[in-house]
């Protein structure tokens, strides 16, 4: 008996806007990877980017409370 795969769901708003992009760190310059997110109410940057980049991470007292497009908090965001 073959497992038949479930159909490969589309995203409902057509494919991600990645683009990719320069950031300046002082003289230091890096072409990254950018997913454009209109309803962003702030920039953020993936912790393994950061430190790939040597970009130095603070830590917050409180945590910020970050949430996805759903209102959904995202764990382990805020933090830094």
Do not use: W
Not at 6 to 25: E, F, H, N, Q, Y
Request: net charge positive; glycine share 8%; charged share 25%.
């Amino acid at each position: 008996m073959r497992e038949e795969k479930a159909p490969v769901k589309k995203p409902k708003g057509g494919p991600r806007p990645v683009i990719s992009m320069r950031l300046l760190i002082g003289t230091q310059d890096h072409q990254v990877r950018t997913l454009l997110d209109t309803s962003c109410s702030i920039p953020l940057i993936n912790q393994k980017t950061a430190k790939r980049l040597g970009i130095a991470l603070q830590k917050h007292d409180q945590m910020i409370a970050i949430e996805n497009f759903t209102g959904q908090t995202v764990e382990g965001a805020g933090q830094y």
